[in-house]
């Protein structure tokens, strides 16, 4: 099967290979690239099924990179290996009525170490490809994990520089520190005054200012994206919806064929829909939940088919879904609808912070969780099987068991469980017993480990007593100076 080309969400002329895309990251008019034509899976269900990870990924990912099969087996071998602490990468556990799917096994213990522990080797690839000779400078938004995956990904890597913005009283104390301890000359991390909306235009902004990009140029520097607006985030995404239905049929769970469905905690839309180009390849998921937390901008537009995002912005206990502008709905938008709809959409959400939309989606379900809901779900998790789940993905339990109340469907549940307990300990302590409340994050770790008798995970023991190497914050406003201060000074 040919490899799919790329072309933009506002505009189907503006047209890329796959390697082009990934070192853009953006199109040169602000739009998304999407896959020309979704592929087909090829391989057939009885060779999938013999597969390890990655041999997986290179089935799912040969479809969309324009890479030689040696190139693409190197990227896929460096990025799946003893990095994971399981050599399932992303096993799938079964937990009372539900299985999950933990994709937190990797550096970072959440689930942009997937993706982004192959970003890396997919841009020198791609750079390598299209004979770039500029460094290649990451900037990245982050409302938490993404920010210390990318960190974890690029440190230390030749040829590149990577600068992280993150919200600076928007990310639990883990997640804080996680970054701003980060190793490696290349690397530079900045607390903004402000949310990760605020950061992520702001970043967005940046790839498409000419001016700036010429300054860049001029000292050999040229921009790409970490975030899940960049493709190369996106497509390895794909393979563990693959990995867990398969999972699931040599578990019993399932025969292949059968419908599967996935309750997603989403924020910036790029797990969930990854899920959504895995169905349309022909794995057999039946219907889509899309969790929300109390910012549940997309939980009204699935539901009213307007995305308004002139509402209050609510720091939560998931702060990695603390998103008001969830940027890869752009992507489904499209798919949907073409580029002529999707452009007006995108200027009046620029314009107005709101748009309508006539698409009646069938095969996604939106459902949220309050900060007292998500608490219950993890006591109610922990209570019936004695697994403790992190609070993003206890969003997205609470919102399996309401989508199951209210649409009877029995259909057998994958719970995209996106983040460690670890990252979160003080408010999963606190969910377990009030009287943690007032505890230390940090000293939660121990406490957690004794009551679910799983260890601290490798990557944070000692957190603590790292030295802080990045202290710098800026208000939202002066992100593009911090950016030129760190590179043309
Ligand atoms: C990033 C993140 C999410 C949201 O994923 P999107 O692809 O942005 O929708 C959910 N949970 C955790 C722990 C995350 O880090």
Redesign the pocket.
Known sequence: MAVTTYIGTRNKELTASASEAILRGICPDGGLYIPKEIPKMDVQPEVLMQMDYRELAFAVLRLYLDFTEEELRDCINRAYDEKFDTEAIAPLVKKGDALFLEL?HGRTL???DMALSILPYLMKTAAKRQGQKEEIVILTAT????GKAALEGFANVDGVKIMVFFPEDGVSPVQKLQMTTQEGENTCVVGIKGNFDDAQSAVKRMFTDEKLQEALAAKGYRFSSAN?INIGRLVP?IVYYYWAYIQAVQAGEIAWGDKLNAT??????????AGWYAARMGLPIGHFVCASNDNKVLYDFFRTGTYDKNRPFYVTV?P??D?LI?S?LERLLCHMGGQDKTKAEMAALQANGVYQTDITQTDISAEYATQEETFAAIREVYAKTGYVI?P??AVAYAAYRKYRQESGDQTPMVIVS??SPY?FTKDVMTALDARYANGDAFALMQELENVSKISIPAPIRGLKDRPIRHTRVCEKENIQDTVKEWLLS
């Open positions: 937190f959440a689930f942009k409302s938490g994990d993404t899940s995404q997603v905690p989403t924020g910036n839309f790029g797990d969930l829909l998931s990695s879904m998103i969830s890869n992190d993003h993905t996106t983040a990252k």
